[in-house]
């Protein structure tokens, strides 16, 4: 019985992370609303899009009296803004963001205006990613195994509390956790942003990093408790730095298209 529940509660555990991350984060879109023409409107924001095509970002706006426009530009870059009146379709208004390579970046801010009235939605800018699509057979299995990574690192965590055998379940994580992350992981960043690995060495990418850390952490772990069953202490650790790193924010400081460093024409 003690053994089923605490399964249970590293379950509950780890969905509650896993709701976390998933309404945090640079990807998720912004979320609000605005009063304009005596009525209430609400928006969603996108800040990821897949390519080939440039990225609709819709509102709807019942109201056809109400248009307006919105301005963007690449960044990080030296460009200057670019404004464009947002394109009704039946009771949406639409603002077209040219498409980038994948992991360029383009900012944007959309402006309401009826009559002499207009309303800013958000204060700052925008910044939406490209990407290319991932097909399903390296997303699916990604994501499955880097949940089951964190349910297992939990549970291993929770056995090192309550004093219960670490070694087996400490293994099933480092296995998992290769998997999803050092196998998968990369392929699934190969085919959205064209490289295998951006963290350390080679960039500042905080997801790669993230996973690089855990796989450190749960490595040593492992060969602790191999050699020391009692050594629990260091399953207890790698799954605290696992819940840690999980529950910031997925594909914060991503990869990133540096525009700044085109040649002037």
């Known amino acids: 019985m003690k053994k089923a529940l605490l399964w249970i509660f590293a379950l509950l555990l780890t969905l509650a992370a896993v709701y976390y991350t998933r309404t945090t984060g640079p990807t998720k879109p912004v979320k609000g609303k605005v009063e304009i023409a005596g ?8 800040r990821t899009f897949p390519r ?4 609709p970002v819709r509102i709807t706006v019942i109201d056809e009296s109400v248009s307006g ?3 963007y530009k690449r960044t990080p870059s030296h460009d200057e803004w670019t404004e464009s009146p947002l394109v009704r379709k039946d009771k949406q208004l639409i603002a077209y963001l040219p498409q980038q390579p994948a992991a360029g970046k383009v900012a944007y801010q959309i402006t309401l205006t009826s009559d002499d009235e207009e309303a800013l939605l958000t204060a700052d800018p925008i910044v939406l990613r490209f990407r290319n699509n991932v097909p399903a057979w390296a997303m ?5 195994l880097m949940f089951a990574a964190i349910f297992l690192s939990t549970r291993a965590g929770l056995a090192g509390i309550f004093a219960q055998k670490t070694y087996g379940l400490t293994l099933a994580t ?3 956790l290769v998997a999803g992350g050092l196998i998968f992981g990369p392929i699934v960043q190969k085919y959205a942003f064209g490289d295998f690995w951006t963290g350390w060495p080679f960039g500042t990418d905080l997801t790669d990093n993230k996973t690089a850390v855990m796989f450190v952490f749960w490595l040593a772990a492992f060969f602790r408790v191999r050699k020391n069953p009692r050594d629990r202490w260091w399953v207890l650790a790698a799954a605290v730095v696992t819940m840690i790193a999980y529950l910031i924010p997925h594909s914060l400081m991503g990869s990133e298209i540096d525009f700044t460093q085109e040649v002037p024409q």
């Not at 009525?39 to 996108?46: D, H, K, R």
């Not at 699916?140 to 499955?144: D, F, N």
């Open 69 to 71: 426009y919105y301005r």
């Open 174 to 176: 480092l296995i998992v």
């Open 52 to 55: 080939p095509m440039d990225a």
């Open 140 to 144: 699916i299995p990604h994501i499955l």
């Open 39 to 46: 009525q209430t409107v609400e928006y969603s924001l996108i």
